[in-house]
């Protein structure tokens, strides 16, 4: 299992605590890989791309519009966090319906 997110974010210290064996991969770091960010935007959409946060606000329209892939490799920090990835199954955020589906 791996989670991907951000070192100094609440919510994915929160996940990183309940999952201790998942691997952590912080996304301004390592990135995410293409594969896995490419199906993630197929199960989540426009849900991955977080548009209430700052890196948001601080972006011009021209950037918004771009393409959620490139807007994502550009700015890492725009992904909804957690991402959290077992085999073939991903869960975006960590609300309860998160928590549940892997048993917590």
Known sequence: MRIYGLKNC??????????PDA??????????????????????GDKLVNTRSTTWRGLSEEERAEAPLDLLAAHPALMKRP???????????????????LGL
Do not use: H, Y
Not at 24 to 44: I, S
Not at 89 to 98: C, F, I, N, Q, V
């Open 83 to 101: 991402l959290i990835v077992n085999e073939d199954s991903m869960w975006l955020g960590w609300d309860a319906k998160t928590r549940s589906a």
């Open 23 to 44: 691997e952590f991969v912080d996304v301004r770091e390592t990135g995410v890989l293409p594969d896995v960010m490419e199906a993630a935007l197929a199960q989540f």
């Open 10 to 19: 609440d919510t994915c210290r929160a996940a990183r605590k309940a999952l």
